[in-house]
């Protein structure tokens, strides 16, 4: 289950990164063979601007829909394991008083 769960979110990856790349270069490609109408009429520095402006967009735009594909992944919290947190928890109630203050004195003969 675990492996069809990473196969998912890299085929998701796989996908937007194809996106990140096809959409700019689609755009791209449509102003500078006069796909879009319209844009015949704009001078070449308009036509330069706005179609670097568009394909940028479009990469921003796909990011953003990976983003909330990822968001709305299911996340299982990990649970740590109850041995270890009853280990933990012991050998901190284990240490006293006088071994923190050995430790402080400890500490300040070295500084």
């Keep these: 289950c675990h492996y069809r769960q990473m196969a998912g979110v890299v085929r998701k ?6 996106f990140m790349w096809i959409a700019p270069v689609a755009i791209l490609y449509g102003f500078n063979h006069n796909v879009f109408p ?16 568009l394909a940028v967009i479009s990469v921003n735009i ?4 990976y983003i909330c594909m990822a968001m709305k992944e299911p996340s299982e919290r990990h ?3 109850p041995t270890f947190l009853a ?6 109630r284990e ?5 923190n203050d050995e430790c402080s004195q400890d500490r300040d003969k070295q500084e």
Excluded: Y
């Excluded at 330069?48 to 402006?53: A, K, P």
């Excluded at 796909?62 to 829909?65: C, G």
């Excluded at 240490?95 to 071994?99: F, K, N, Q, V």
């Design 87 to 92: 280990e933990a928890k012991a050998s901190i």
């Design 62 to 65: 796909v990011i953003a829909f």
């Design 13 to 18: 990856f796989f996908v937007a990164s194809m």
């Design 95 to 99: 240490s006293t008083p006088a071994e």
């Design 38 to 53: 319209g844009t015949t009429q704009l001078s070449s520095h308009t036509h330069t601007l706005l179609s670097g402006f």
């Design 79 to 81: 649970v740590p394991d």
